[in-house]
């Protein structure tokens, strides 16, 4: 990070009883530069976000956004990003122009209409009532209210949950360029391969506390040392795991699937191996290079993900 | 604004038609009323409701009326409007998972919870004007008169009473998830204290005596409001809403 940070976060931390819902956190966004804080469900990624903006207020640590430090209730901060809650529920009774309308309620005309022009550019039907819209509709209206300030910093919580590939593309591609003109993004995510093409960096985060942070180069190139054999059943991964053990391969059974550490990064091997036994059915599916985010939390981190 | 604005404009339009009418009808019948006042003096079962006809019977229409209009609709009516408008006001939005959404907008907590209080308390009070400026016309149609003044110190005193029955709903609304148990659980107290109000032995533990027809016939008497009641009125209602506010500050969606 060549530029000074635009988002500077010093030891926040928060608790909801005697859940530490956030663990003294630090972290340094730049200008220009996507995040992806990635983490499963409960991690802690949206109560960050929520300290962020004062939705939720933190109970230690410093906050600095935009030359701006948090302060009372965080509407100096909330003036200077944009931010999109990860909850989709929204005022059905109102119409996609009036409820774009009441989410931008304290900023100009400008974003008012920066904000129905990408409503439109992504065929939301302004004048039904939002009631009808699906939940994707729902969050593409949610991303037009974020996208729309002109502002240096964006937070956005799992803003392509619930979306379609195609329109993931768009949106993406949308921040990637708002990004590209100057704009500090830090989005969140439970699933790394969503969001992971745009970020320029990756945090993960697990039990509220900041495990590390990675390129998704570096993500991608760990990713391809693993493969998951998948199995009918439990008792059929723990005899492909004794088979492989048996030959030197590093594997982990779990219920019934076989993670598999390719000191080559390549399965074929291993696959090999364990197809040219005649006492073994066939895996019924290999995932390579591209595991799912529970996996690779384990892999990585060497703890469950939620 | 606009969106607070509107959904409490059709509630609170129901609620006055439901007093203007109550008040209406209520005055339509006083001729017969007045013919028969000794006949229900002795039908009536309570000796609090006894007396209150017996003041009836010695000071006339204007007593009546503050007994239609203020001690029975406002009060009754009122407050559970008062409970109706309160509640939901931030445990409605927490409620339905719009309260994070609400939240996030560039705008100050304090700003957004007091125009929601301002809004709901002008739903609750408005209409108690509203209808009391529409006495003394409704009076000239049975050939009685009554001081519009007087009317409107007595609605100034029925709105603080239910002032602070909104400001605790309100103020239940900034830390609850759940308006529907508090709305129930106020609604319960306010029949609790009304019937209450009813039996002499405990009759001064109600707070319906903030507002029964004494107090409303020693402002039309005085021509003043009563600063010991009123002031305590005021104040526990501003102590409810900077307690909403410091409640709020701390509210997580």
New interface residues.
């Given amino acids: 990070m060549s530029q000074p940070p635009i988002i500077r976060i010093r030891g926040l931390s928060r608790c909801f009883g005697t859940t530490q819902a956030l663990s003294p956190v630090d972290l340094d966004i730049a200008p220009g530069e996507i995040v992806g804080l990635i983490g499963p469900n409960g991690s802690g990624k949206s109560t960050l976000l929520r300290c962020l903006t004062g939705v939720v207020r933190k109970d230690a640590g410093d906050i600095m956004i935009d030359g701006e430090e948090l302060t009372g209730d965080g509407v100096n901060i909330r003036r200077r990003v944009s931010y999109s809650p990860g909850e989709v529920n929204t005022y059905g009774e109102l119409t996609g122009t009036g409820h774009l309308t009441w989410l931008l309620r304290g900023r100009d005309q400008a974003t008012h209409a920066r904000a129905h022009g990408v409503a439109e550019e992504l065929g939301l039907p302004m004048r039904r009532k939002v009631r009808t819209y699906s939940h994707g509709m729902k969050r593409q209206l949610l991303f037009a209210a974020a996208i729309a300030p002109e502002v240096r910093v964006r937070l956005l919580d799992e803003i392509t949950e619930g979306l379609d590939p195609a329109m993931r593309a768009r949106i993406l591609d949308k921040l990637r360029a708002d990004a590209d003109a100057g704009c500090a993004v830090l989005l969140s995510s439970h699933h790394f391969g969503e969001v992971d093409r745009v970020c320029d960096r990756l945090v993960f985060i697990g039990e509220g506390k900041k495990l590390s942070e990675e390129s998704p180069e570096t993500i991608a190139a760990r990713a391809r040392g693993l493969a998951t054999f998948e199995y009918a059943d439990a008792k059929t991964a723990l005899k492909a795991h004794e088979i492989l053990s048996a030959e030197g391969v590093d594997a982990d059974p779990r219920d019934a699937r076989l993670l598999v550490r390719l000191g080559d990064g390549d399965p074929q091997a291993a696959l090999a191996l364990l197809l040219s036994r005649s006492d073994l059915p066939a895996p019924t599916s290999v995932i390579y290079g591209r595991l799912p985010l529970a996996d690779l939390y384990q892999e990585l981190y060497g703890r469950e993900a939620c | 604004?606009?969106?607070t604005l509107r959904s409490y404009l059709v509630p609170a339009l129901c609620y006055a038609l439901l007093l203007e009418v109550m008040i209406s009808a209520a005055i339509l019948y006083w001729p017969n009323f007045e013919e028969n006042i000794d006949v229900y003096g002795d039908l009536l079962p309570f000796e609090s409701v006894r007396r209150m006809v017996e003041s009836i019977s010695n000071t006339g229409v204007a007593a009546y009326v503050n007994l239609q209009q203020f001690y029975k609709a406002c009060n009754v009516l009122g407050t559970a409007a008062a409970v109706f408008f309160s509640v939901g006001a931030v445990a409605g939005e927490a409620n339905?998972?719009?309260l994070?959404?609400w939240?996030?907008?560039?705008?100050?907590?304090?700003r957004m919870l007091l125009e929601r209080y301002v809004v709901g308390a002008l739903a609750v009070t408005l209409p108690v004007f509203a209808t009391s400026a529409t006495i003394p016309y409704l009076l000239e149609l049975v050939g009685e008169e009554m001081s519009l003044s007087g009317l409107m110190l007595s609605s100034v005193h029925q709105s603080l009473v239910l002032l602070v029955v909104y400001s605790l709903g309100f103020c239940l609304s900034t830390v609850t998830s759940r308006p529907m148990p508090v709305a129930l659980g106020l609604l319960f107290m306010t029949i609790f204290q009304f019937s209450i109000y009813l039996v002499m032995e405990w009759t001064h533990y109600s707070w319906f005596r903030l507002a029964d027809l004494d107090d409303f016939q020693t402002i039309l008497r005085t021509g003043h409001l009563d600063a010991s009641t009123c002031g305590p009125l005021a104040a526990a209602s501003a102590l409810l809403l900077t307690t909403s506010l410091y409640l709020f500050?701390?509210r997580?969606?």
Avoid: F, K
């Fill in positions: 604004m606009e969106r339905r998972g719009t994070e959404l939240l996030s907008r560039p705008v100050s907590r304090t500050h701390r997580v969606p």
